[in-house]
């Protein structure tokens, strides 16, 4: 017994070292430099507002590590194999190198014995399960048969760990419960009842091996008080402000390593800790998985082992994130994987969407309807493996339906028909407009014979049956952020856990603050509460606390600039830095607070827009750091010219004052009216039960384009609403227009109703065709994508290139 506690004690050391020294550098790598994957640094628990979240960190450093962990090849392990199954990039080959591995260096299946403190056994048997073989009969032998009978008289306190981590994986029969709840047993009552620590060789490392087995067993008696005072004890004794985790009473081997922080993060998310936060509500404090992240573990140069470690505790991280329970290591015991599995065959049907309508622009042969077709059967799908995933049971159900279906999303592919010949009627029809304080409404022509009411372009009957309803004129538009968008608090706001606004359920108040130190905010979605409130749901970028909070302009404002700026001033204390690229590295010189700069465009940047400078650099477009001393109106040349419209009955215009109130005029008769006037007025919606597809459009007699002598750029728009496609064509305008350029045109064009608010970068759609968008805070409403990207402006402060396409799609 005494040789085999050596020769476990000197295998640690040695292991601890090996990984230590190998992946040092990383570990000590420069705090203020950007990741290797390609995001801006996130600094300390303040998630400095360059970077997209720190859940977008943790997908660029998961897929970073998969690519790694493949380019083994032959070389590929059980752990890796696990990484990759979880990770969604396993293939044929990869598995049956990982088969091949587990069946040479695991002790048992190779001849030997159980093999020292169990390790190759539970990375053998993680890795067999992973790829869909049976560890009870692996070429004839019973692996999980082994591992009971060791840990019936377990080898070291280490393999009892190990041994219960191996047999929790799955459900093997009765003499395997048996030595589960054995394990169990003996584990809570190694627990140190004064410190909730365990005493191994490293107690940070072995009390994280601790928690992560018993996260696989919290069925069992005891467990989730065990659990509870551990992740307490933990964060209490190991947390250090970095993020990391270390043991100041074992300075020689206790003290901070790239491999326990990675083992430790792992551990409390298995536990249900939101590794994402600080552990500690102080300021200085680092998120694990931050210290994660800042340590570069999955970059090229570092040891295998950390490469592959790192991966499998931000895979975790995130399940644990996406409403996972247990360990990820857990494959069949309960259905924890199931909201994760949920959310992920959502993201992967939005993103199979976004391919079609990006691959048909590119596709002469892609008609309309095809394409139409082909994201109803997208709908379809999802539909289909979500009641699944429902109805699943067991975490390795709920991946394989998942798997299944992603599959069965990827083969969906729009049919090819040759393109159908647009019908031109004799007499063109001119639909009758109204322009009225920037609401413009385009009437669908009437149908004048039965000929024309038969074909496939939109037919209603005249203006004058529309119903008009007039909403509240407001002299200020409303700032309504985008799904997705950062925002920064210009009040004292509120953050509620639930969307129940109760004393009891409110966790934080933000106080009102100075612009440079106002918290920001990332809008998840926007809808309205039980109580009637317009809310929005968030995540502070400080802390990543996710809550409820009341909407609107009087409380948030989109935190940066995506108007056309042409000069600023730097208003932050420390100053900004300028950069070479666009993603706000190599850095080229620091610039002080006051400094006044000259701004060539804004450019679009993921959720954080950036401007770049007349001398060709890039900085941040964050509010907070930089106020802008002038902006570019947006210029009535650029805008394609609109006929003037005139129309018989009553217009009611409403244009407000400099005091803010409002003056009426009524006429009635004839009016000419122009799109001069501002702020928002009547809306004319036509309403559409069934949407019909526009494959022939009728052809106008005055459709908005350019004069003949100005240049100009073509664009393809398509406008798709309850899974059909409204419409769809190109239009050309003028060199310089804007996507709401566009859009306008196409909408005469093709006898849309097209109704909006605002202008420039304040201009946002509220109908189109009878499709509204719902009240302020709420989910329902048109967005829009240019070659597949969603911008982080408005359409009006988006400048248009030739070729660009334009989606919009009404968001219920």
Known sequence: MKRKQFLYRFSIVLGIFLIFFSGGNSSR?????????????????????????????????????????????????????????????????????????????????????????GISDVSAVNGLVAIGKDPTNVNGKNLVANIVKD????????????????????????????????????????????????????????????????????NQPGVADALN??????????YQKNGGFADSSNTMYGAENAYNDVIMTNALASAGVNVYVPLKEKTDYIA?????????????????????????ALEQARFTSKGGK????????????????IVNIKDAAIAKKRSIIRSSISDPQATAAAVNDAINLVDKILVTYLSKLRADSTSSAAIADRAAGVKELNNVTVSHAAPATPVTPATPVTP??????????????????????????????????????????????????????????????????????????????????ARINRPMFLVISQQTNKQGHAIYRVKDMNSGKNGYTLSGSKYFAHAYYSAKVTRIKVINPKGINEYGKVNLTSKKRHVKKNASLSVRKVVNYGLSNRMQLTNGRYITANKKFILATKIKKSSQNTRPSTPTATTTGTSTSTPPTNSGSTATTATTGTTTTTNNSPSATPTLPV????????????????????????????????????GATIASGSIKVSSGASAFDALQAFAQQQGLALTYKGSGATTYVTGINGYNAGPAGTMTGWLYSVNGTEPGSSMGAYTLKDGDSISMTYNK
């Open 326 to 341: 247990g360990s990820i290591f857990a494959f069949n015991q309960t259905d924890a994987a199931k909201p994760g599995e």
């Open 432 to 513: 009758p407009t109204v322009t009225n304080n920037n609401v413009t409404v385009v009437n669908n022509p009437a149908s004048s014979s039965s000929a024309s009411s038969s074909s496939s372009a939109t037919s209603t009957s005249s203006s004058s049956s529309v119903p008009i309803s007039t909403p509240t004129v407001s002299g200020k538009p409303v700032k309504k952020a985008s799904h997705r968008s950062i925002v920064y608090a210009l009040t004292t706001v509120k953050l509620y856990r639930s969307s129940n606004f109760t004393k009891s359920n409110l966790t934080k108040t933000y106080k009102k603050r």
């Open 229 to 238: 005072t551990a992740v307490k004890a933990v964060i209490n004794h190991f």
């Open 29 to 117: 790598a420069d705090a203020a430099s950007a990741y290797n994957y390609g995001l801006t640094k996130v600094k300390g628990p303040k998630i400095n507002s360059e970077v997209y979240t720190v859940s977008d960190a943790v997908d660029s450093a998961i897929s970073a590590g998969l690519a790694k962990i493949a380019q083994k090849g032959p070389k590929i392990d059980a752990w890796d194999a696990t990484s990759l199954v979880l990770g969604d990039r396993i293939t044929d080959s990869q598995a049956q190198y990982a088969y091949e591995s587990i069946l040479k260096n695991n002790d048992f299946l190779s001849g030997g014995s159980q093999g020292l403190n």
């Open 687 to 722: 309403a559409l039960t069934n949407p019909v597809v526009l494959t022939n459009p009728v052809a106008l007699t005055n459709p908005v384009t350019p004069s003949n002598d100005a240049k100009t750029i073509t664009t393809t728009i398509s406008i798709h609403a309850d």
């Open 288 to 312: 694990p998985v931050q210290r994660v992240l800042d340590q570069h573990l999955v970059s090229a140069g570092n040891h295998a082992i950390l490469i592959q470690q790192a991966t499998l």
């Open 151 to 218: 840990a019936n008289n377990p080898a070291s306190d280490y393999s009892i760990v190990n041994d219960l981590e191996a047999l929790s994986t799955g459900s093997y029969g009765q003499a395997s419960e048996t030595a589960r709840t054995s394990l169990t047993k003996k584990l809570i009552g190694m627990q140190d009842q004064k410190t909730g620590l365990w005493n191994g060789f490293d107690k940070v490392d072995y009390t994280a091996r601790a928690i992560l087995a018993l996260s696989m067993n919290t």
